[in-house]
């Protein structure tokens, strides 16, 4: 996939519109539509696997699989999104609400 993007929150964009295409795929000739196919536990299984090679990437140090875990984590968690009917948008606006806030103070206000 060749990024003709201008900022991150583009590639996530584009990421975004592809997977909505790829939802409805052959499962045989796409990874997503794999997935959506075989439902959300099948998603589910795959956000955790990825959060927890995240966090052995993160413990051993290595900069380059750190970033790899979190490529992976990022993707099953818009695969996740998506089967949801939810976009890369919806979370972007949550960290555009909660930009001035601090964590602490945010984090209490959910308890409200």
Not at 72 to 81: G, K, N, S
């Given at each position: ?39 959300v536990d099948a998603i589910l299984k795959k ?66």
């Amino acid at each position: 996939m060749e990024n003709k993007t201008n900022s991150p929150k583009d590639v996530l964009f584009a990421l975004s519109e592809i997977m909505e295409k790829r939802k409805t795929a052959n499962p045989d000739e796409s990874y997503v539509a794999k997935l959506f196919n075989e439902g959300v536990d099948a998603i589910l299984k795959k956000v955790s696997e990825e959060a927890t090679e995240t966090v052995i990437a993160s413990k051993c140090g290595e900069n380059d699989a750190i970033i790899h875990e979190i490529a992976d984590l990022w993707f099953h968690t818009i695969v996740l999104l998506k089967y949801h009917n939810l976009e890369v948008e919806d979370i972007i606006k949550e960290f555009e609400r909660r930009f001035g806030i601090s964590g602490i103070e945010e984090k209490a206000n959910r308890t409200k």
